[in-house]
């Protein structure tokens, strides 16, 4: 009698195999797909770099406040960043840092440059209040004392070129626009950087690209905080850092914010205007993206258990599949696994071929395209702890201050929602 089982078990493996293969190749043909999207959109990405100086009637003189918060930012770049906001070759602006109650010398750093910059306006950051985060609380400090038309957005650690500020304005005016927002060179040394920025920047042009964000018929808006231009009125109409004070991804929330009250949103590619090293090394971006991902997934359980599965199913299992497989065949198991391995391999190929272009694209080193896999298991990792650690209250800290945590009494906000109970971030 038992041996009546061993042709439907045989029969069973075959047809395991067969959906295993099938499955393999259909993921194969879907990252051939993606490979050719990737290359498209690189192909078409066009660069907003430094404008020329011309000897014609120049454009109204339209003040610009930059505001920069600044929270223990002594071991990073602060002097070189500042410096290069006040050597912009744009008239007239004024630089308005906000030191938001830094534990370092922070606040002594910028006091000294404002002794020989009289553009340097330097804010001692008051306790965040009931409500608020600490970055939009810093914001707000700094826009209750601007005296622009326009103000620019920015951080503590983003290097702008001298014509940054004059080339956005002139874009600006030029087209019409409302707000401008740059995208970054993103600068990376150490081997978690470069693994991790590719894997990162794909996943927001594949999944925002650029030219949707900027058709004013489309929903989509995206910002970088790091250089968001914004005309003073706009940000007033949708009530300046107030409608965000509890964003841990304020950039985001206000440029949905504008663009749904009808201001005109622009994202451009900048690598020649500005640039900035988001994160040093691997303990910043496990905890800076922890801070940032749940949010990106709006806060959304279904969002984040739907990602994780294809990520882990579409971009990691491949090439565990094909190790299984290699593993396997080499050592004379019975089944398909030759046909799962090609396959498998196959895509594990297209992966590295896709993300070979993206890192020679980013500067990268091409080679770092072999530890795509590795990237996509990180991704999924932080986004597991951030989920985790918002939605269980323990919350995610940040500059040595916890947000989204159960003892501050903060709920994250979804669009079109407020949050039910007060935020602090201490």
């Not at 690189?42 to 120049?58: H, S, Y």
């Not at 070759?89 to 606040?107: H, L, Q």
Request: aromatic content about 10%.
């Amino acid at each position: 009698m038992a041996h009546s089982w061993v042709p439907f078990s045989n029969m069973f493996g075959l047809i395991t195999f067969d959906v295993l293969v099938w499955a393999a190749w259909v993921g194969a043909g879907a990252w051939a797909l993606l490979a050719l999207i990737t290359l498209h959109r690189l192909r078409r990405q066009q660069r907003l770099g430094p404008a020329p100086r011309t000897k014609e009637a120049p454009l109204p003189a339209q003040l610009v406040s930059i505001l920069v918060p600044a929270r223990n930012e002594e071991g990073r770049v602060l002097s070189q960043a500042i410096r290069s906001m006040l050597a912009q070759d744009y008239r007239p602006f004024e630089v308005i840092a906000v030191n938001d109650r830094s534990t370092d010398a922070t606040g002594a750093i910028l006091r000294a440059i404002a002794k020989a910059e009289d553009k340097l306006i330097v804010v001692d950051g008051t306790e965040t209040p009931a409500g608020w985060l600490g970055k939009p609380h810093a914001l707000q400090q700094a826009l209750d004392v601007a005296r622009g038309e326009w103000v620019l957005a920015t951080d503590a650690d983003m290097i702008f070129h001298e014509a940054a500020l004059r080339t956005t304005m002139e874009f600006a005016i030029a087209g019409s626009y409302d707000a401008v927002t740059l995208v970054p060179r993103i600068e990376t040394r150490t081997f978690w950087e470069r693994l991790f920025a590719p894997i990162f920047g794909w996943f927001m042009a594949i999944g925002m690209p650029i030219e949707r964000i900027n058709n004013p018929r489309r929903r989509d808006a995206v910002a970088v905080g790091g250089f968001f231009l914004i005309h003073r009125e706009e940000l007033a109409r949708v009530g300046d850092y107030h409608a965000v004070k509890a964003e841990v991804a304020e950039d985001m929330r206000m440029a949905q914010l504008l663009k749904q009250s009808g201001s005109r949103l622009r994202i451009e590619y900048a690598p020649d205007l500005a640039s900035t090293r988001m994160y040093d090394g691997f303990a910043e971006i496990w905890e800076g993206f922890t801070k940032n991902f749940f949010a990106g997934m709006q806060f959304s359980l279904l969002k984040t258990i739907a990602s994780t599965i294809a990520v882990l199913f579409c971009m990691i299992a491949p090439l565990v599949v094909a190790i299984v497989s290699a593993i396997a065949w080499t050592s004379g198991s019975q089944g398909r696994w030759l046909d799962l391995l090609l396959a498998t391999a196959t895509i594990w190929l297209m992966q590295v071929l896709t993300f070979s272009a993206v890192n020679s694209y980013a500067e990268v080193p091409i080679f770092y395209s072999l530890t795509v896999s590795l990237g996509f298991l990180l991704f999924v990792a932080i986004l597991i702890n951030s989920t985790f650690r918002i939605a269980s209250g323990r919350g995610v800290v940040w500059k040595g201050r916890k947000i989204y945590d159960r003892a501050s009494a903060i709920y994250p906000s979804r669009p079109g929602q407020r949050s039910r109970r007060p935020a602090t971030d201490d």
